[in-house]
């Protein structure tokens, strides 16, 4: 591909309107990939010595990366609302309110292998403001206008989707642009690989989970878990297969969070040709009720989630 398109001259192409949204989230995560790259000399690793809403204990780069997206994304004044992970309610910002999209992200998705060198990302999802206050966060994912994710790793990609297919876009530090290196991203109809965390196998609450995975294992499946939802979910667009946080006896819900972790990763892999459940229905139709709230996630090519969907059923 090269460096024919960079975002800014695809996203005008493509929505003009949709543009201005997300140059400031460009803008954020570019300051976060620097600083993801320095942060053993800059003293942002570590725990930053509290916890979140989830009850997790927040890493140094978390907050940092926080901070870097709410100030980009206030002084934009693209946004009516942000909501995070790592704040307990949204926040509406001065120079948004009279904007008419709201955004949900997950800063820094993967904490726990930030110190470890492994990749990390963040994660974002874009609604139109429907009304005031908290209910704007509070629609199905089918109706995002803008789903995308940013990984940190050996390269520094920005995946994304405003609805109309999924491009991936790679980072350039020497000339500070990203640029159209994946387009019309697709997910293989079927792979060779599960991504799931099989320590929780014997916490399990769904009747057939662990006839399926016994059954793909059979098949010649391998198993390819890093722990970092945007790096497993980035794997499974380019290689296929099935990425999966169930529920279990300890997390009733799963672990995963709907507004800006299910939900988003759903809308891109639907729209990359993919399916995304929670085992009883489709993750873009759940009416979200709380902000923070959690769902099974199970997600990837049609193949091996039809497959899933048959011994969960069964
Ligand atoms: P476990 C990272 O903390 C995260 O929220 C997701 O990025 C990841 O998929 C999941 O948790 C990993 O959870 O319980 O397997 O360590």
């Not at 979140?52 to 901070?67: P, R, S, W």
């Not at 949204?90 to 955004?103: C, H, L, N, S, W």
């Not at 803008?146 to 491009?167: E, F, H, Q, R």
């Not at 159209?180 to 991203?185: F, K, N, T």
């Amino acid at each position: 591909m090269g460096y024919t398109t960079d975002l800014g001259s695809f996203l005008l192409k493509e929505d003009k309107q949709l543009f201005e949204a997300i140059m400031p989230i460009e803008s954020a995560v570019k300051v976060i990939a620097s600083l993801v790259k320095v942060a053993g000399l800059e003293g942002i690793l570590g725990k930053a010595g509290k916890t979140n809403i989830q009850g997790e204990e927040v890493q140094k780069l978390d907050e940092v990366a926080n901070q870097i997206l709410i100030d980009y994304l206030s002084e934009s004044g693209q946004f009516y609302g942000l909501a995070s992970e790592e704040l307990d309610q949204p926040i509406f910002p001065e120079k948004g309110k009279d904007a008419q999209y709201v955004i949900a992200f997950d800063p820094l998705d993967g904490s726990s292998n930030i110190d470890v060198n492994v990749n990390i990302g963040t994660i974002f999802s874009i609604h139109k403001r429907i009304g005031d206050g908290v209910e704007n966060f509070l629609q199905e994912g089918k109706k995002q206008v803008v789903a995308g994710y940013v990984i940190y790793g050996s390269a520094t990609m920005l995946v994304l989707s405003t609805g109309k297919g999924v491009n991936g876009f790679t980072f350039d530090p020497s000339v500070g642009s990203f640029f159209l290196s994946h387009p019309d991203m697709k997910l293989p109809e079927k792979g060779k690989i599960y991504s799931i965390n099989e320590a929780n196998a014997e916490k399990w609450d769904k009747k057939g989970l662990k006839e399926y995975i016994q059954a793909l294992k059979g098949e010649g499946y391998t198993l390819r878990y890093i722990g970092s939802m945007v790096a497993d979910v980035h794997r499974t667009v380019i290689k296929g297969g099935i990425f999966a946080y169930p529920s279990d006896r300890k997390n009733p819900n799963g672990k995963l969070r709907l507004l800006y972790e299910a939900s988003p990763m759903a809308f891109l892999i639907e729209q990359a040709g993919g399916l995304a459940t929670t085992g009883q229905e489709d993750i873009l139709d759940i009416k979200p009720t709380d902000i923070h709230q959690r769902t099974p996630v199970y997600l990837g090519s049609k193949k091996e989630i039809q497959q899933l969907l048959g011994y969960l059923q069964g």
